[in-house]
Each structure stands twice: as structure tokens, then as C-alpha cells.
């Protein structure tokens, strides 16, 4: 038998497995034992894609848009963008300043990897999003990691980004509404923001708004809104979460035209063009009134504020109001130290997390994932029954710690 001697890349080793990906692979583990396990790591909306949407990809299929497209996107799509931000955050961009890529996440590896270089350093407001810091890493380019807590609604201030900025800074990259914890910047906030840009412009600030539209006390505002700082900001967005679109694979950017430019050159050489057929599709969801779908922001409000509710009964578990997403982000270092019915140890919001998925067959995402150790991630993606299902599981196994 041969075996083999394949050395694997330096950068696989470097770059760890997404967490939120790892426990949805250990939730259908379980499924397939036969265990019934609820699901709420995934940031997924249990929603279909609204029928017009389809309509619109069915139509396509149709009319043959079964071809290679440019690579940044159809223009038809490019000009919804450019129409949707000046729509809804009454900003203009031009055709030639719009990418659309194989998801949000594309989007970001390719803006890292046209503006990064090694030994760059990057402004990261923990907790954030699982990919930012990997993606990060690829490029050579070093996170530096800025904490916030649940007391500041986990959000940073522009003293701790002012604090953490030498001269390798190259990039800002931040969520707002934010995945993992449903917090939201106010636009004050942000203008604070935009003045420490304007002090720094050789640093480039990279805004994920991919939960725009999932917003519940108060709209969604923009970096990029700031004229003065415009072009340092890269808007990141997409279709998946707003629209119910996960599997169609659509996100895109709007950046100067040079940054536009270097991603699109990039992109050319690594996937081409998304596929044509959900670029039609998401054409038809950025060109339809917001309205269409807001009984899913409004489902989603709804749910947050029965999952509040239901942890005021454990008020060893810490936990804020978010303003928008769909995620809890909950404290629950009081269980730190311990002991599981079998005498295990909780040590940590992993250990918690495990314990949760094999006692009270929850998934969740732990916050080391975020960099945010003592917290865990619930998406409440989902129906009002299953949430209440799972909460009294997560409930009855809390209570047996000892």
C-alpha cells in the first residue's frame, strides 16, 4: 500500500476550522445517531426565499442567462446596487465601484487579500465574526484584537481603536448590526468613527452590513455615509440574511474604483463570476421595496423578545438587548468552575457548549469562537415552539451543575 507523503501548505495550518461550521457538522452527527438535537448555531434564516425572488431566477433559467457574465457582475445587478444605496442610505456609487461575489464571504477575501499585505496590522472588535480574523491570517497580515463586554453592549470606542493604531494599522473591519451579538453602532457612534478616519487616512475601514435590513429600534446607518471618510470605507453586503438566501451564494461590495477594480482582478483569476442565475435572482430582491420583507424582521423582533423573556428566568446568564440580527449573546461565565452530573469541570464557554449539546441535545456556538470567551451564541432562526423547546432543555441541564 502507497502511503502518502503530501506536505500540506503552511496556511492550512495556520487558519483555523469556522466554529459555527464545526458544531452545525456535530449537530448532524448526532441527527444521523438518531438524537433529537435543536439546532441554533447556524446564523440561517428558517425562512424560503420569497416567491418573487424565484420568479425572477425561473425567469432566467428561461431567458438563457446561462452564460459566463463579467466578472465584478451583470450590469443589470451592479446598477440595482447603485440604485439600493441610494435607495436606502441615500449613497452614491457608480457601476464601475460595485463587485458581486460568490457571497459575502468572498467579499472579504478578496478585499483582505487586494489591500493586505504581510506584516499589516488589522483593527478587530472582539467579539466578531469567525472568519474576519482567518481570513486575516491568511494574508500574512496580524488581528490586533480589541475587547469589548457585554457592559459596553459589546461595542468598542474610538479611544480603544485610537489606543491599538501604530503605523502598520492598514484596516478597520467591524459588523454593524453585528454577528455574533445583534449589536448596532448609533450613528453618533459612528461619527466618532469617521473622525478617527479622517485623522488616519492611510487606514481603510471595511463596514459589514450584511443584517442592514434586520434592524428593530432604530435603521441601520452607514460608515460610508460620512462623506468625508467615503472613500476609505469598503461596504460589504448580501442577500443571504436579509432575503432568506443562503444557498444562492450573492454578496457584493461598493468601494472606490481602484479598490473595485484590484478585487474584481482578483476574483478574475480565482472564481470568475457568481452564477449568472442568482445574480438575476438577487437583482429582483435589491430592486424590491424593503417592505416585501419585513414580516421577516418583524418574526425575527418577535422572537427576541420571547428568548429575552424566557432567560429572565436564569439570571445567572448575563445578556443584553440587541438591536438587530438575529443572535443572543449571553455571559454565562457564573457556570465557570462547575460540575457537570458526571463531575466534569465547566471550564469554559466550549466546555459549557459541549456539555449543552450532549446533556440537553442544544447546539450552540461557543464565544471563544468570537474571542469572546465567556459568552455562547443563540441564533433564534427559528420558530417560537423550537426556541421554547430548547431554552427549557438548556434550562433543566443549567440546573443540574453543581
Known amino acids: 500500500m502507497c502511503i502518502s507523503m503530501v506536505e500540506l501548505a503552511q496556511r492550512i495550518s495556520v487558519i483555523s476550522e469556522s466554529q459555527t461550521l464545526a458544531m452545525a457538522r456535530l449537530t448532524r452527527e448526532f441527527k444521523s445517531q438518531g438524537k433529537d438535537v435543536i439546532g441554533l448555531s447556524l446564523g440561517e434564516p428558517d425562512f424560503n426565499t420569497p416567491d418573487f425572488i424565484k420568479v425572477a431566477a425561473k425567469k432566467a433559467i428561461d431567458e438563457n442567462y446561462s452564460k459566463y457574465t463579467p466578472v465584478p457582475g451583470l450590469e443589470d445587478i451592479r446598477n440595482a446596487i447603485v440604485q439600493k444605496l441610494k435607495r436606502d442610505n441615500n449613497l452614491e456609487y457608480q457601476v464601475d465601484q460595485i463587485v458581486v461575489s460568490t457571497g459575502a464571504k468572498q467579499v472579504l477575501f478578496n478585499v483582505c487579500h487586494a489591500l493586505l499585505n504581510p506584516g499589516d496590522q488589522v483593527l478587530l472588535p472582539a467579539p466578531y465574526w469567525v472568519t474576519y480574523k482567518e481570513i486575516i491570517k491568511l494574508t500574512g497580515a496580524q488581528p490586533i484584537v480589541i475587547q469589548s463586554g457585554i457592559e459596553s453592549d459589546f461595542k468598542v470606542t474610538v479611544e480603544q481603536l485610537k489606543q491599538a493604531t501604530t503605523p502598520k494599522t492598514k484596516m478597520l473591519l467591524f459588523s454593524s448590526p453585528s454577528n455574533p451579538t445583534g449589536s448596532m453602532y448609533t450613528k453618533e457612534e459612528l461619527a466618532a468613527f469617521a473622525d478617527f478616519l479622517e485623522a488616519n487616512p492611510s487606514i481603510t475601514a471595511v463596514s459589514d452590513e450584511i443584517y442592514e435590513h434586520?434592524?428593530?429600534?432604530?435603521q441601520h446607518y452607514s460608515l460610508a455615509s460620512f462623506s468625508k471618510i467615503k472613500d476609505q470605507v469598503i461596504i460589504v453586503n448580501g442577500v443571504s440574511k436579509a432575503f432568506a438566501m443562503t444557498g444562492w451564494r450573492l454578496g457584493y461590495m461598493a468601494a472606490s474604483q481602484p479598490i473595485a477594480a484590484a478585487c474584481s482582478k482578483l476574483q478574475g483569476q480565482v472564481t470568475s463570476a457568481t452564477c449568472s442565475i442568482a445574480q438575476k435572482a438577487a437583482e429582483a430582491a435589491l430592486l424590491a421595496n424593503p417592505s416585501e420583507?419585513?414580516?421577516?424582521?418583524?418574526?425575527?423582533?418577535?422572537?427576541?423578545?420571547?428568548?429575552?423573556?424566557?432567560?429572565?428566568?436564569?439570571?445567572?446568564?448575563?445578556?443584553?438587548?440587541?438591536?438587530?440580527?438575529?443572535?443572543?449573546?449571553l455571559d454565562v461565565s457564573s457556570y465557570f468552575g462547575k460540575k457537570t452530573p458526571a463531575q466534569k469541570t465547566i471550564t469554559s464557554a466550549h466546555t459549557l457548549c459541549m456539555y449543552l449539546l450532549e446533556q440537553a441535545l442544544v447546539s450552540l456556538v461557543p464565544g471563544e469562537a468570537f474571542d469572546q470567551p465567556k459568552c455562547i451564541r443563540i441564533s433564534y432562526a427559528t420558530s417560537k415552539p423550537i426556541l421554547e423547546k430548547a431554552f427549557y432543555r438548556i434550562k433543566e441541564a443549567l440546573e443540574a451543575l453543581i
Do not use: S
Open 214 to 218: 434586520i434592524c428593530f429600534e432604530r
Open 293 to 329: 420583507i419585513k414580516y421577516m424582521r418583524d418574526a425575527f423582533l418577535e422572537r427576541r423578545n420571547f428568548l429575552l423573556n424566557l432567560f429572565d428566568q436564569i439570571p445567572q446568564v448575563k445578556k443584553n438587548t440587541p438591536a438587530g440580527a438575529f443572535y443572543l449573546f
